[in-house]
């Protein structure tokens, strides 16, 4: 058994190097010949046409079916034109309404124009009456102003001496209340301390009341005897302030006051009465 094994392995062998003999000879198998390729042209005979008419003839079924079609599209067709019908009916139906309101518009445009000029006009009348409100209590209310400066010469035992003062007019419409007036004289000159006398008027009295245009003379002041001669000679220049304070009737809870200052010079006229020239010195403050 063992020789036969060693046989049928030296036969295989033997086998295996002559086909690795052939393979370096370069001994190749034959290959197929070549196929030829066939090229079938068009048949020209089916896109020529027949001479006779091709009649297709539908089943019943394929009858029935196209039918039924044709009723649905002339049902739809006649839905659609029912519908568009109704679409313009109602689109006429609205041109009145739509009128209606272009109209209704243009009367409410024109009314709320009026309305602007109404409310202008009332606007413009109410403003005017409050002008003509405040002219009227302007006019109405009291006002204070300085009428003159007063000046006289009176006897004193035998001795001529100078009194002056401020006399002062409500050129209102109404009285003035709690009227109080202040003054004030000074002496410019060789005597400058003159002896000045105050002689206190009804004026002077607390809660005075100064109806309208009324006047009233303020404190008089009564000069010396040493002056007087010097005041006609202008040798000597009086300076004279007035002050009033003064509420009115719409405004009581408003205190108005008015102030002057003067510088007074005193002539006398051949007939011997004392003439008085007054120039304001300085801005005169009035109430308002």
């Given at each position: 058994?063992?020789?036969?094994?060693?046989?049928?392995?030296?036969?295989?062998?033997?086998?295996?190097?002559?086909?690795?003999a052939?393979?370096?000879?370069?001994?190749?198998t034959?290959?197929?010949?070549?196929?030829?390729?066939?090229?079938?042209?068009?048949?020209?005979?089916?896109?020529?046409?027949?001479?006779?008419?091709?009649?297709?003839?539908?089943s019943?079924?394929?009858?029935d079916?196209?039918?039924?079609?044709?009723?649905?599209?002339?049902?739809?067709?006649?839905?659609?034109?029912?519908?568009?019908?109704?679409?313009?009916?109602?689109?006429?139906?609205?041109?009145?309404?739509?009128?209606?309101?272009?109209?209704?518009?243009?009367?409410?445009?024109?009314?709320?124009?009026?309305?602007?000029?109404?409310?202008?006009?009332?606007a413009?009348?109410?403003?005017?009456?409050?002008?003509?409100?405040?002219?009227?209590?302007?006019?109405?209310?009291a006002w204070?102003?300085?009428?003159?400066?007063?000046?006289?010469?009176?006897?004193?035992?035998?001795n001529?001496k100078?009194?002056?003062?401020?006399?002062?007019?409500?050129t209102?419409?109404?009285?003035?209340?709690?009227?109080?007036?202040?003054?004030?004289?000074?002496?410019?000159?060789?005597?400058?301390?003159?002896?000045?006398?105050?002689?206190?008027?009804?004026?002077?009295?607390?809660?005075?009341?100064?109806?309208?245009?009324?006047?009233?003379l303020?404190?008089?002041?009564?000069?010396?005897?040493?002056?007087?001669?010097?005041?006609?000679?202008?040798?000597?220049?009086?300076?004279?302030?007035?002050?009033?304070?003064?509420?009115?009737?719409?405004?009581?809870?408003?205190?108005?006051?008015?102030?002057?200052?003067?510088?007074?010079?005193?002539?006398?006229?051949?007939?011997?009465?004392?003439?008085?020239?007054?120039?304001?010195?300085?801005?005169?403050?009035?109430?308002?």
């Amino acid at each position: 058994m063992f020789r036969s094994y060693c046989f049928t392995t030296i036969i295989l062998a033997v086998a295996a190097s002559w086909s690795q003999a052939l393979c370096a000879e370069g001994v190749q198998t034959p290959s197929p010949p070549p196929t030829e390729q066939v090229v079938t042209e068009p048949d020209k005979s089916q896109n020529e046409a027949s001479p006779f008419p091709v009649i297709i003839v539908e089943s019943g079924e394929q009858a029935d079916a196209s039918k039924g079609k044709e009723v649905e599209t002339r049902e739809h067709d006649a839905r659609e034109l029912d519908a568009q019908i109704r679409a313009a009916n109602a689109a006429e139906k609205q041109i009145f309404p739509a009128w209606i309101g272009v109209l209704v518009g243009a009367i409410g445009t024109v009314l709320l124009v009026w309305t602007l000029f109404e409310t202008r006009k009332a606007a413009k009348a109410a403003w005017d009456a409050a002008d003509s409100a405040r002219n009227a209590l302007h006019s109405d209310r009291a006002w204070i102003t300085p009428n003159e400066v007063w000046a006289d010469f009176v006897d004193d035992d035998g001795n001529e001496k100078i009194q002056c003062g401020i006399r002062w007019e409500n050129t209102g419409r109404s009285p003035a209340l709690r009227v109080k007036f202040g003054s004030h004289i000074s002496f410019v000159g060789p005597n400058a301390k003159a002896n000045v006398v105050k002689i206190v008027m009804p004026s002077d009295a607390p809660y005075f009341v100064l109806g309208a245009n009324k006047n009233a003379l303020g404190a008089i002041y009564t000069c010396g005897k040493n002056v007087t001669p010097e005041m006609i000679a202008h040798q000597t220049v009086v300076h004279l302030c007035g002050r009033a304070e003064y509420v009115d009737i719409y405004q009581a809870e408003k205190v108005r006051v008015s102030e002057v200052f003067y510088r007074v010079f005193v002539h006398k006229s051949k007939e011997g009465r004392a003439v008085v020239q007054a120039q304001p010195i300085g801005p005169q403050n009035f109430a308002e």
